[in-house]
């Protein structure tokens, strides 16, 4: 059974920071690609950020030098820590890998003063 469960969001002002945790279980972790997407209402599902098993990195244009995502392959844990938030980064946060399994519940951010 796959199991990926978000946790961490919040409410934040802007220029703030949060840090997203992913757990994830019945995947083979170590060797996927791990990645952290975003959806708002009414919106696409959006591709934040992702990792390989080895560590390399990629980031959407919108969130490169705010955003950094890591992993524990030791935990199965996939983090996302946001720094200097926007309002426009407001979404439901969700993890995944690659190939993409079901979608678990995701973790709301939102960024308002």
């Known amino acids: 059974q796959v199991q990926l469960v978000e946790s961490g969001g919040g409410l934040v002002q802007p220029g703030g920071s949060l840090r997203l945790s992913c757990a994830a279980s019945g995947i083979i972790f170590n060797i996927n690609t791990m990645a952290w997407y975003r959806q708002a209402p009414g919106k696409q599902r959006e591709l934040v950020a992702t990792i390989t098993r080895i560590g390399s990195t990629r980031y959407a244009d919108t969130v490169k030098g705010r955003f950094t995502i890591s992993r524990d392959n030791v935990k199965n844990t996939v983090f996302l820590q946001m720094n200097n938030l926007k309002p426009e980064d407001t979404a439901v946060y969700l993890c995944?890998?690659?190939?993409?399994?079901?979608w678990g519940q995701g973790t709301q951010v939102t960024v308002s003063s």
């Open positions: 995944n890998s690659v190939p993409v399994q079901p």
